[in-house]
């Protein structure tokens, strides 16, 4: 419990010291904060606690609006996505939505397997044990296990894409102001992210063109 706290009363010092140097180095940075967000980005990713977005994608708060949960499974009846997507892409008005697995996840390697995990989770895994089954025998021919759970990552992004796109709201952005859906991988083992190429423009960058 100690060491708990430690943690806690850590992340509190660590707080008081970020906020002090970036009040320094530019006065105006929480003002600007507190005035209003404009992030051209929606994320979609997983909890992990490895894969913080703003940091890995080198951005500052309020550069990306962020929804996060357990192996970054989209799922068409997950009211708590659909909320997060329809407010970010209809009243934000984000220019790119970017659903984002990672390497090493917890929720794929589960996945996997038959073995319960308990609890909620078992249900929460459901679409991603989907996935497995309906791509069994390429899954299968993956004889590393690390190998394989990068692969079953790489599908269930695939597959959350095609949930996107298939949202209303992603339609209609699209059509009007020409949203862009990505899928991507991040690589724990060397920090980089990986365009798998499947969204609304193959292999594209996030960048270069939000303010044409």
Request: proline share 3%.
């Amino acid at each position: 419990m100690a060491q708990e706290q430690n943690a806690f009363s850590y992340a509190l010092s660590s707080n008081e010291a970020w906020a002090g140097y970036q009040a320094h180095q530019n006065p105006n940075f929480f003002g600007k904060l507190a005035s209003g967000q404009t992030p051209k980005i929606l994320w979609l990713g997983c909890s992990d606690s490895r894969c913080p977005e703003t940091t890995i994608l080198g951005l500052q708060p309020g550069d990306v609006f962020v929804h996060r949960n357990i192996a970054n499974i989209i799922s068409p009846t997950d009211i708590n996505t659909s909320a997060v997507i329809e407010y970010a892409v209809a009243h934000l008005k984000v220019k790119h939505v970017v659903l984002c697995g990672h390497s090493s996840c917890g929720g794929a390697a589960a996945a996997l397997g038959d073995a319960r995990v308990g609890g909620v989770l078992d249900t929460w895994l459901m679409p991603l044990k989907a996935v497995r089954n309906a791509h069994a025998d390429e899954l299968a021919a993956i004889k590393d296990d690390a190998a394989r759970t990068v692969r079953i990552a790489e599908l269930n992004v695939e597959a959350g894409v095609k949930v996107l796109l298939a949202n209303v709201t992603v339609q209609e952005a699209m059509k009007e102001r020409g949203l862009d859906v990505h899928g991507c991988l991040f690589d724990l083992s060397c920090g980089r992210m990986r365009d798998l190429g499947c969204g609304t423009n193959e292999k594209s960058e996030l960048a270069h063109n939000d303010d044409q």
